[in-house]
């Protein structure tokens, strides 16, 4: 009720004109938060098409790995082995599927996971031990 007065001119009533006046600034606050609103939402829908997760740990030189040369690294990569840690947890198993399906019969995972784990955890002395007892990624 008080504002009822506070509005009104002298008794006359309400003054419609300052109802007026409020009715646009609320109307115009509305459309700034609905645009706000849209505008989050807009940008969390667009992701431009180079970009990648943040979460995703860029790729190691697999070619560090005794017995993987630029090709195996690459079918590696397509079965999304990308770095030494993919690598050391792989399965020799997997692996040896991994090669089959490329048709890499002759290749011989049996030492990359250890090379890898070597590799993963910043070993490099002991990688380059390992590898001296290496030919063709398998042990001698």
Do not use: C, Y
């Amino acid at each position: 009720m008080q504002v009822l007065l506070l509005l009104s001119e002298g008794g006359e009533g309400p003054n419609t004109e300052l109802l007026w006046i409020l009715g646009i600034l609320l109307g115009f606050f509305a459309l700034v938060v609905i645009s706000g609103w849209l505008s989050t939402l807009m940008k969390q829908q667009t992701v431009p098409a180079n970009h990648e997760p943040r979460s995703k740990k860029e790729a190691d030189d697999l070619t560090l790995i005794e017995g993987i040369g630029p090709k195996v690294k690459k079918v590696l990569a397509g079965a999304g082995i990308e770095t030494f840690d993919d690598l050391a947890m792989a399965s020799e198993s997997d692996l040896n599927q991994i090669l089959e399906g490329a048709g890499l019969h002759m290749m011989n995972p049996e030492s990359w996971i250890e090379q890898a784990k070597l590799a993963s955890k910043g070993k490099l002395k002991e990688l380059e031990r390992l590898q001296r007892t290496l030919k063709g990624g398998r042990k001698s």
